[in-house]
């Protein structure tokens, strides 16, 4: 079945650029998501890109989408305490009616200052 | 989370009582999610609605049951509370979206202890 799999724990000195990788099976999937959680809170969108984009950029994120591989990569530049989060990797294919996102467990970011 | 709220935030209770956990949304999207989120296993759906009285299952329904009687509200039960339902529960919304992209708003979730 579908599959997303992220590295589990990543860290980074404070002001270095932090890169979150992400690998997935599903070839028909039509958008990729990253998604942030800090402690004790929900998950809130970070940014998402279509699967006909490969590189989409937002301030000090860049999202890279490389489709023939199946790898997403999420690179924070400039990375700050407040970087410090759980990052979670998600992709949704258009099966169907199908709105469901598969997800990975997600990566943990230490910023160490 | 702005335009949603889940309720309680926390709750303690014994195995085999039931607990009911509601999700409410002041942003009239059209569907509606309930996610369980564990150690070692990331997210993982419980059931999800597409519509008022429109409910399907997600990958982890045994246990659970869902009912959406009006589209601000998505209520989450558990008939007889176990051990193993011990989580944090998130409430997602998203409504059709011009792009499709399907982007989840989620809530803040609810940890359930049972004990």
């Known amino acids: 079945g579908e599959d997303v799999e992220q590295s589990l724990f990543l860290s980074v000195r404070e002001g270095d650029s932090s890169v979150i990788n992400c690998t997935y099976t599903d070839s028909s999937s039509t958008y990729l998501y990253w998604y942030k959680q800090e402690p004790g809170a929900g998950l809130q969108l970070l940014t998402y890109?279509?699967?006909n984009m490969d590189m989409k950029q937002d301030q000090r994120l860049t999202v890279l989408l490389n489709k023939k591989d199946k790898h997403l990569s999420l690179r924070i530049a400039d990375t700050q305490t407040g970087d410090s989060a759980i990052y979670f990797c998600a992709e949704r294919n258009n099966a169907g009616n199908n709105r469901k996102l598969i997800w990975g467990l997600g990566t943990s970011l230490a910023v160490n200052p | 989370d702005a335009g949603i709220t889940q309720s309680p935030r926390h709750k303690v209770t014994e195995t085999g009582t039931p607990v009911t956990l509601r999700c409410h949304q002041t942003e009239n999207h059209r569907y509606m999610y309930w996610y369980r989120q564990d150690p070692g296993h990331g997210l993982r759906l419980i059931h999800y609605?597409?519509?008022?009285?429109?409910?399907d299952k997600g990958e982890v329904s045994d246990g659970y049951s869902v009912s959406r009687s009006k589209t601000e509200d998505f209520l989450l039960t558990l008939e007889s509370a176990t051990s193993s339902q011990t989580s944090v529960y998130f409430c997602?919304?998203?409504?059709?979206?011009?792009?499709?992209?399907?982007?989840?708003?989620f809530g803040a979730g609810s940890r359930l202890t049972v004990l």
């Open positions: 890109i279509f699967s």
């Open positions: 997602a919304i998203s409504g059709s979206g011009v792009s499709g992209a399907n982007v989840l708003t």
């Open positions: 609605s597409y519509g008022v009285k429109d409910t």
